[in-house]
């Protein structure tokens, strides 16, 4: 069994959680790789971008966000994914610190694998690729400067769909629970496969959340008539402006996530854990 560990160590916890694993995996006979760029004794250190390839699994140590980071990189090699939660949510991760005993399951196979869908995204520019991102949890467009209304229209063929709100985020099932929630969007089932366009503070009353499947392709085009900055972001991450000629193509990716899940804990049973009381 070859695992490789990918931490942010910016967590508290996680240089703790890795150390510990570490004892563990090598306890278990287990081969573990770790990034050639961080220390940490029991591993086989290498170059981050060759451990996807070197390892049967990735174990990832961190908050929400660096699941997310690297898990979309596992995706693109078909490799299994494992949270280890260093962070303050957590809703991605299956495990805690406290739990370190349960990888022991990785390597008789005591679990299972549940998938998530991506996003592809093609930003284009005069008919020209200006960038591929793919995303996780949510795309989004927004104005560069706080309340600068912006008009956004999201064309589904030869028809569209004006929006004139603060912004527009465009999420997977996953990223429904994350800046789609807080935007007035609905909650989707994880494993679902559907595109998610939600409003950022609408300035058009009738505008609402709309539900894709999965096979939709939405071109996204926005402008500002202010000619305020409008940025284009990728879970999270700053990544382009867009301009007046700024074409966006979004549509499901032919690559999807595969988290390993310890335990029969339902999407729901996490979630009432997580936002009980309306806290985290």
């Known amino acids: 069994m070859k695992i490789g560990v990918l931490p942010n160590l910016d967590k508290h916890g996680a240089a703790q959680a890795v150390e510990k694993m570490g004892k563990l995996f090598k306890g ?6 770790l990034p050639d760029n961080i220390c940490g004794t029991d591993y086989i250190h290498l170059p981050e971008e060759e451990i996807y390839n070197a390892a049967d699994i990735i174990v990832t ?12 990189l596992a995706a693109k090699v078909g490799k ?26 990785l390597k008789t196979g005591e679990y299972s694998i549940e998938k998530r869908m991506l996003l592809d ?30 008009d956004i229209k999201a064309y589904f063929g030869e028809d569209y769909i004006s929006y004139r709100a603060d912004g527009l985020i465009i999420a997977t099932p996953t990223g429904s ?8 969007g609905p909650i989707v089932d994880p494993i679902s496969e ?12 009738a ?7 999965k096979n939709a392709v939405v071109k996204f085009k926005a402008q500002s008539l202010k000619k305020s900055d409008i940025f284009f972001s990728v879970d999270g991450r700053r990544a382009t402006e867009i301009k007046p000629h700024t074409e966006i193509f979004v549509k499901k990716s032919d690559y999807s996530v595969k988290f390993i899940r310890f335990n029969n804990k339902s999407f729901y049973k996490t979630l009432s854990e997580k936002f009980k009381d309306g806290g985290y």
Do not use: Q
Request: a positive charge; charged letters at 15%.
């Open 121 to 150: 995204i093609d930003v284009m520019e005069n008919g020209k690729l200006k960038g591929n991102f793919t995303a996780m949890n949510d795309a989004v467009i927004t104005g560069g400067f706080i309340s600068r209304i912006i």
């Open 177 to 184: 629970t994350a800046y789609s929630l807080s935007a007035g």
């Open 28 to 33: 278990w006979g287990y081969t573990a790789y």
């Open 61 to 72: 140590v961190g908050g929400d966000g660096t699941i997310i980071r690297y898990a979309k």
């Open 194 to 205: 559907n595109i998610c366009i939600t409003p950022i503070c609408s300035h058009t009353i």
């Open 207 to 213: 505008a609402r959340p709309i539900m894709l499947n």
């Open 80 to 105: 299994p994914v494992l949270g280890v939660n260093a962070g303050r949510m957590g809703f991605l991760a299956n495990v805690e610190p406290s739990e370190l005993d349960i990888l022991k399951k």
